[in-house]
């Protein structure tokens, strides 16, 4: 199993520009989470899916956030337009939900790492 | 309110050393919890999880976690560190969140062993 995927692992883009960051997921996970590192913030929950539904979207900072989920094998977590304080480590995570806990363990992609200028 | 933390930011320790990792939860009913593990530049690894039994838990590369409910503990150990066990460890809970139950991440501990 090669893990969780993202793409691209670094991304450099100037202020004002549409960013989008890709994963795709264990296969056989039916649960995806999108994280957002900082040293100021730590690790933030942005949202989750379920069944390629999103679940809750309460940590998503912004209207400029949107995060979709088409199928099983892929979801993207789009910034329009980014800015300089979207600058951060993006993690995507998959695991299996039986019902509605979450007690197997987060499998995590190696992140991307957004820069913005 | 239900929590998780990590009271020290950065934890020291010469290497052939043990070494602790503390974590405290605040959690209703019984807790669910894992310790992952961050290299740098990558995403963060399982390193093992407490649901129910011994309060012991082994997990990967020498590492062990004890469950103490009277203190709402989970502190990470290893008898001996290495310098390759330098890297951020993170503490999660299972919170309710959103209609489901899903991790809740400390803030993060940066272990560095020293040669």
């Known amino acids: 199993d090669a893990g969780v995927i993202q793409s691209p692992r670094h991304e450099v883009t100037e202020m004002g520009q549409e960013v989008t960051l890709r994963c795709k997921p264990i296969s056989g996970h039916n649960s995806l989470f999108w994280y957002r590192q900082t040293m100021m913030r730590g690790l933030e929950l942005l949202i989750y899916?379920?069944?390629?539904?999103?679940?809750?979207d309460s940590g998503m900072p912004e209207d400029r956030f949107s995060a979709k989920m088409p199928n099983a094998s892929f979801s993207t977590l789009k910034i329009q337009p980014s800015e300089p304080r979207d600058s951060a480590v993006y993690f995507c995570?998959?695991?299996?939900?039986?019902?509605?806990?979450?007690?197997?363990?987060?499998?995590f992609g190696n992140g991307t790492r957004l820069t913005v200028t | 309110a239900q929590s998780v933390a990590q009271p020290e930011d950065q934890v020291n320790v010469a290497e052939g050393n043990p070494l602790t990792v503390k974590c405290t939860y605040s959690?209703?009913?019984?807790?669910?919890l894992f310790w992952y593990v961050q290299y740098p530049n990558r995403g963060l690894q399982f390193l093992l999880k407490y649901i129910t039994g011994d309060n012991l838990v082994k997990g990967s590369y020498g590492f062990e976690a004890e469950f103490n409910k009277s203190q709402t503990s989970f502190h990470l150990k290893k008898p001996s560190a290495l310098v390759s066990d330098s890297a951020l460890y993170f503490c999660?809970?299972?919170?309710?969140?959103?209609?489901?139950?899903?991790?809740?991440f400390g803030r993060g501990t940066s272990l560095i062993v020293h040669p």
């Open positions: 899916f379920n069944n390629n539904v999103p679940i809750d």
């Open positions: 959690v209703s009913g019984n807790p669910y």
């Open positions: 995570a998959s695991s299996f939900a039986f019902r509605s806990s979450y007690n197997s363990p987060l499998h």
């Open positions: 999660a809970v299972i919170l309710p969140r959103g209609g489901s139950y899903i991790p809740t």
